[in-house]
């Protein structure tokens, strides 16, 4: 690429071109929250269909333009030269990385973003490493909580730790499960549920399979057939359960980014539901009426969906949060794990926002969530390799704490609270099912 030369005595020097690395690279934390919204905004437009792609190449109702990550034509696809006085690519005297996007935004094209690296079980990541490092640029820096838009009529008060709240020691009920292919194993499992029984559903990850267990972890049966074909299981993340009828509700992969699938109790396929504008779900609920509640991590954005098929709601939760990691349902109120955020965000059904729970020391990247009878709030996490919870009120007054020191638990997914108080969780990197005895809850 060819050395840029700008004359800081001439201020009509030719401005030089925008790269998008620019946008991606900010700083003050101005530019990181300017980043981070543009990033969102970008994602929001190619969900709602205003960008399209070919060829590796991304329009905003416009022609194609052949410029990737890198500046640099897309080889065999040449673009076509930008008209002469366009401001293609061109940033006039703007300060700001959004005010950039914003006169990007006025023109025909818009650089490439379809260049995304990721695994296809965790997938892009737009505020952590897996975006960018592969095209030799350097990751975004993980935004401060002072970067996130502030919330109108809110006071943020991190949740103190109270020196009357002790750590008590959780015991293991039992422990079930082991790297495999076979009955009671596992590959990376990377989410589980209750069923009607309080049988423990599993999503078997990269066995791509579901399987059943009773609470002592006995098996019961299993389902799914390796394929990307309707009825068959792909890398299947998450499962539900709707309580009205039995049926299975189970995310997986297929042939597209996600996709959503409807089983019987006793593993029948269904239906398929489309899901096309979710990229990564992080979590899965069911409400009172049996709607569907799915959480996107990479833009974070919460849509409620019916047993039909049937869009009925969503909303943007990325003002408010970073890395949606799970969510419960509870009333007409939706607890969502911030796992970047350190935190839980709770929104009304509309998607406003009500409150925040924990903070940075007592809910260290938080994982799982679930909400007991009594209406308790229980935040688990695996920082530092123990499985640890933090039991709030629903408003978010810290209550009790408790960690389990006898096994080591990588990378929880997941937690669920049985009607006798047993905890379970799920360590996904360590391939086994954890359920602990009765905690006390008020």
Not at 139 to 145: D, E, Q, V
Not at 261 to 266: L, M, R, S, V, Y
């Given at each position: 690429m060819a050395e840029r030369s700008i004359s800081q005595n001439s201020s009509s020097a030719t401005p030089p071109p925008l790269n998008f690395a620019d946008l991606l690279c900010p700083t003050t934390?101005?530019?990181?929250a300017a980043q981070f919204n543009a990033i969102n905004n970008l994602t929001a437009l190619a969900k709602m269909g205003s960008i399209s792609i070919s060829n590796g190449q991304s329009t905003l109702n416009g022609p194609i333009t052949g410029l990737n990550l890198h500046t640099t034509p897309i080889p065999n696809s040449p673009p076509p030269p930008p008209p002469p006085g366009s401001q293609v690519m061109r940033v006039i005297n703007t300060p700001s990385p959004i005010e950039g996007l914003e006169t990007l935004l006025g023109s025909n094209p818009i650089v490439n973003t379809s260049s995304?690296?990721?695994?296809?079980?965790?997938?892009?990541?737009?505020?952590?490493?897996?975006?960018?490092?592969?095209?030799?640029?350097?990751?975004?820096?993980?935004?401060p909580p002072s970067a996130l838009s502030p919330m109108s009529g809110q006071t943020y008060n991190p949740t103190p730790r109270s020196s009357s709240v002790k750590l008590s020691t959780m015991q293991i009920r039992c422990k079930f499960g082991q790297l495999g292919p076979g009955k009671s194993?596992?590959?990376?499992?990377h989410g589980f549920c209750l069923g009607l029984e309080e049988e423990i559903i599993v999503a078997d990850t990269n066995n791509h399979r579901i399987q059943v267990f009773e609470k002592t972890g006995d098996f019961k049966y299993q389902f799914g057939v390796a394929g990307k074909e309707e009825g068959q299981l792909w890398y299947p993340r998450k499962v539900a359960v709707i309580r009205s009828s039995g049926k299975f509700v189970v995310c997986d992969r297929g042939s597209e980014r996600s996709r959503m699938q409807i089983f019987t109790k006793t593993g029948h396929f269904l239906k398929k539901i489309a899901i096309r504008y979710i990229d990564i779900v992080a979590g899965l609920a069911i409400t009172s009426e049996g709607t569907i509640v799915a959480v996107d991590s990479v833009a974070p954005t919460v849509f409620i969906i019916s047993e039909a098929g049937d869009l009925l709601h969503w909303f943007d939760c990325s003002e408010y949060m970073r890395e949606p990691s799970d969510i419960a349902v509870c009333a007409k109120e939706f607890y969502i794990c911030d796992f970047k955020g350190h935190c839980v965000i709770v929104f009304s059904e509309k998607g406003k926002f009500l409150r925040?729970?924990?903070?940075e020391n007592v809910t260290n990247f938080p994982n799982g969530i679930d909400i007991?009878?009594?209406?308790?709030?229980?935040?688990?996490?695996?920082?530092?390799?123990?499985?640890?919870?933090?039991?709030?009120s629903r408003q978010g007054n810290l209550l009790s704490e408790f960690e389990?020191?006898?096994?080591k638990v990588s990378r929880c997914c997941g937690l669920k609270i049985t009607s006798e108080g047993y905890v379970v969780t799920l360590a996904k990197n360590n391939h086994h099912v954890l359920v602990l005895n009765t905690l006390y809850i008020m």
């Amino acid at each position: 690429m060819a050395e840029r030369s700008i004359s800081q005595n001439s201020s009509s020097a030719t401005p030089p071109p925008l790269n998008f690395a620019d946008l991606l690279c900010p700083t003050t934390e101005a530019d990181v929250a300017a980043q981070f919204n543009a990033i969102n905004n970008l994602t929001a437009l190619a969900k709602m269909g205003s960008i399209s792609i070919s060829n590796g190449q991304s329009t905003l109702n416009g022609p194609i333009t052949g410029l990737n990550l890198h500046t640099t034509p897309i080889p065999n696809s040449p673009p076509p030269p930008p008209p002469p006085g366009s401001q293609v690519m061109r940033v006039i005297n703007t300060p700001s990385p959004i005010e950039g996007l914003e006169t990007l935004l006025g023109s025909n094209p818009i650089v490439n973003t379809s260049s995304r690296v990721g695994s296809p079980l965790n997938g892009p990541v737009m505020n952590g490493t897996p975006f960018l490092l592969g095209h030799g640029l350097h990751s975004p820096p993980i935004l401060p909580p002072s970067a996130l838009s502030p919330m109108s009529g809110q006071t943020y008060n991190p949740t103190p730790r109270s020196s009357s709240v002790k750590l008590s020691t959780m015991q293991i009920r039992c422990k079930f499960g082991q790297l495999g292919p076979g009955k009671s194993q596992f590959s990376s499992p990377h989410g589980f549920c209750l069923g009607l029984e309080e049988e423990i559903i599993v999503a078997d990850t990269n066995n791509h399979r579901i399987q059943v267990f009773e609470k002592t972890g006995d098996f019961k049966y299993q389902f799914g057939v390796a394929g990307k074909e309707e009825g068959q299981l792909w890398y299947p993340r998450k499962v539900a359960v709707i309580r009205s009828s039995g049926k299975f509700v189970v995310c997986d992969r297929g042939s597209e980014r996600s996709r959503m699938q409807i089983f019987t109790k006793t593993g029948h396929f269904l239906k398929k539901i489309a899901i096309r504008y979710i990229d990564i779900v992080a979590g899965l609920a069911i409400t009172s009426e049996g709607t569907i509640v799915a959480v996107d991590s990479v833009a974070p954005t919460v849509f409620i969906i019916s047993e039909a098929g049937d869009l009925l709601h969503w909303f943007d939760c990325s003002e408010y949060m970073r890395e949606p990691s799970d969510i419960a349902v509870c009333a007409k109120e939706f607890y969502i794990c911030d796992f970047k955020g350190h935190c839980v965000i709770v929104f009304s059904e509309k998607g406003k926002f009500l409150r925040r729970i924990g903070c940075e020391n007592v809910t260290n990247f938080p994982n799982g969530i679930d909400i007991s009878d009594a209406g308790d709030v229980l935040v688990g996490d695996s920082h530092g390799n123990r499985f640890h919870i933090v039991v709030f009120s629903r408003q978010g007054n810290l209550l009790s704490e408790f960690e389990c020191p006898y096994v080591k638990v990588s990378r929880c997914c997941g937690l669920k609270i049985t009607s006798e108080g047993y905890v379970v969780t799920l360590a996904k990197n360590n391939h086994h099912v954890l359920v602990l005895n009765t905690l006390y809850i008020m």
